[in-house]
Structure formats: C-alpha cells, structure tokens
C-alpha cells in the first residue's frame, strides 16, 4: 500500500482513492511522512504547523490526525499508516509503504 502527497493540489492518494485535503491536514502528513519511523508529540507537531506554543494542543491534533486517516487509511479505527503511541504522539509507519 502506498500514499502519495500531490502537493500542487494539496491531495492525497491511498489504496487507489484520491482525496483533498485541508491545508493542516496537508502539513501534518507531509511533516509524519517526512519522518516515517519517528515519534512526533502533538506538541511538536503543533509547534511545527501552527508556529506558536503548544496551549491544551492534544485534541486539535487528534482531530486532524482522525481525518486525515479518514481519507488515507482502509480501516480508521485500524490505522497501518499512521499509528498512535499511546502518551508520546504519532509515527508514520513507513513498513505500510
């Protein structure tokens, strides 16, 4: 399984499915996919997309993070791509590439 970011379109594809994405959720998985394999706290993730300190940031990353698997994923409540640890943050799982 593969996902691959268009940027000129701020898409995305996965499983043979294309879909838009918002210009957070376009940040987000570009800034996991540019890490696969690294744990990223949603305060750094915060940090690095909204560029201002991490304030109660946990459910706003959450929720972005769950739409983004909306649209990438097989099976959302059974993420391959973008896993969840649970008190650390998020890894994009480079093995589903």
Same mark, same amino acid.
């Given at each position: &399984?593969?996902?691959?970011?268009?940027?000129?379109?701020? %898409?995305?594809? @996965?499983? #043979?499915?294309?879909?838009? $994405?918002?210009?957070?959720? *376009?940040?987000? $998985?570009?800034?996991?996919?540019?890490?696969? #394999?690294?744990? &990223?706290?949603? +305060?750094?993730? *915060?940090?690095?997309?909204?560029?201002?300190?991490?304030?109660?940031? +946990?459910?706003?990353?959450?929720?972005?993070?769950?739409?983004?698997?909306e649209?990438?994923?097989r099976?959302?409540?059974?993420?391959?791509?973008?896993? @969840?640890?649970?008190?650390? #943050? *998020?890894?994009?799982?480079?093995? %589903?590439?």
């Amino acid at each position: &399984m593969i996902v691959k970011l268009f940027p000129e379109e701020r %898409s995305v594809e @996965s499983n #043979g499915k294309k879909s838009k $994405l918002t210009p957070k959720e *376009y940040k987000i $998985l570009d800034l996991l996919m540019q890490n696969p #394999g690294k744990t &990223m706290s949603s +305060e750094e993730i *915060y940090t690095h997309i909204w560029q201002c300190e991490p304030f109660a940031c +946990e459910p706003i990353v959450a929720v972005h993070v769950r739409h983004i698997r909306e649209k990438i994923e097989r099976d959302p409540s059974k993420p391959t791509f973008i896993k @969840s640890l649970w008190g650390r #943050g *998020y890894r994009f799982n480079m093995n %589903s590439i």
